[in-house]
């Protein structure tokens, strides 16, 4: 009968010739997920500072609109119509003191600063281009509550009567 030392001894002596170091685990899934997502991250900064400049000219588009939006109303209140509210007319205003050109019904805004205005004596619509092929439109009326909204590729006043949703 072994004692308890020569018991130890035989215990730790099997062990000590099958050790072997636990082998190194790879991180490289690790590394390839933070990879990943740094990369979409960058891309994503990346393209909110790409579309940044067109996000500006929507705004100014529909501050545009709204302006002219504003001296339309007020012409259609001094006269009782918004036949007045005409080219002509809206350029007679100064609208948003002179910074805004109103061009005819059938006349192309060529981009912002310019709108192309429709008017007659119960409809008024205005459109103007953000970019090229895309355009914003307001069309108010006697008979609806509210004005209309839309967008198209045809920049014209005309083009603008097809306005027919509540927002933009």
């Not at 997920?33 to 400049?53: D, H, K, M, T, Y």
């Not at 509210?85 to 003191?97: C, F, K, S, Y």
């Not at 008017?119 to 209309?148: M, N, Q």
Request: hydrophobic share 40%; aromatic share 8%; charged share 25%.
């Amino acid at each position: 009968m072994h004692d308890d030392d020569e018991i130890l001894e035989t215990y730790e002596h099997e062990f000590e010739f099958d050790a072997e170091p636990p082998a190194r685990r790879s991180n490289r899934g690790f590394w390839l997920v933070a990879g990943s997502i740094l990369i979409g991250s960058i891309v994503l900064v990346v393209e909110i500072f790409a579309n940044r400049p067109i996000a500006n000219t929507i705004g100014h588009a529909q501050f545009d609109l709204r302006a002219a939006q504003a001296a339309a109303l007020k012409i259609s209140s001094t006269s009782g119509s918004f036949a007045g509210a005409n080219a002509d007319g809206m350029n007679l205003e100064r609208l948003d003191e002179g910074r805004l050109v109103a061009v005819g019904p059938d006349d192309v805004s060529d981009g912002v600063n310019e709108i192309s205005v429709y008017a007659d004596e119960d409809t008024w619509a205005a459109a103007v281009s953000a970019r090229p092929g895309a355009c914003f439109y307001l069309k108010i009326t006697t008979t609806e509550e509210g004005p209309l909204y839309g967008v198209g590729t045809i920049c014209t006043g005309r083009a603008a009567l097809t306005a027919s949703d509540t927002r933009w």
